[in-house]
T-cell receptor
């Protein structure tokens, strides 16, 4: 089992540029979560999907952030335009409803916006 | 929603000692709690969980205690090793959407 896969692992970009983060959940999992982690705010839930449908995006900070899940094996988190305050580690996690609340996290994408 | 917080941001212990990491929660309706370990440069990883109908659960070198009366749970690590150095998060929930605390950094000194 490859676990949750995220790409890229590191991203450095300039303010104003578009950033796209990618996630492949564990096969068979029906929930997918996007988190942002910073020293100041800890681990924040941005959005989650169930069966590819966005359920709750109340954690998305602004309209500059958008997320999609076109199929069960792929999701993207896009920031356009990016700002320095978006610098953080972004995690994707997945789990299977009906088992437990245990989430399986990917390795994260460290985003730096200059 | 759940308010899960930690008593101490950093815990330093000597190798071989036992470690206790504490966590408080506010939502008495939470029926499931999880401890995660996050090593530097990695995502959080599941350690152990406990349901609200239990007050203790043991794993390999780890024990989670749940006190519903005071809404408190703790993670005990026996014979702490350098490899246990990490940030530990508690999370509470019951609807597949756990809420995470801020985390406690465990530092193990050789």
């Amino acid at each position: 089992d490859a676990g949750v896969i995220q790409s890229p692992r590191h991203e450095v970009t300039e303010m104003g540029q578009e950033v796209t983060l990618r996630c492949k959940p564990i096969s068979g999992h029906d929930y997918l979560f996007w988190y942002r982690q910073t020293m100041m705010r800890g681990l924040e839930l941005l959005i989650y999907f169930n069966n590819n449908v966005p359920i709750d995006d109340s954690g998305m900070p602004e309209d500059r952030f958008s997320a999609k899940m076109p199929n069960a094996s792929f999701s993207t988190l896009k920031i356009q335009p990016s700002e320095p305050r978006d610098s953080a580690v972004y995690f994707c996690a997945s789990n299977l409803a009906g088992e437990t609340d245990t989430q399986y996290f990917g390795p994260g994408t460290r985003l730096t916006v200059l | 929603g759940e308010n899960v917080g930690l008593h101490l941001p950093t815990l330093s212990v000597q190798e071989g000692d036992n470690s206790i990491i504490n966590c408080a929660y506010s939502n008495s309706a939470s029926d499931y709690f999880i401890w995660y370990k996050q090593e530097s440069g990695k995502g959080p990883q599941f350690i152990i969980d406990i349901r609200s109908n239990m007050d203790k659960r043991q794993g390999q070198r780890v024990t989670v205690l749940l006190n519903k009366t005071v809404k408190h749970l703790s993670l005990q690590i026996a014979a702490t090793q350098p490899g246990d150095s990490a940030v530990y998060f508690c999370a509470g929930g019951g609807s597949y959407i756990p809420t995470f605390g801020r985390g406690t950094s465990l530092i193990v000194h050789p």
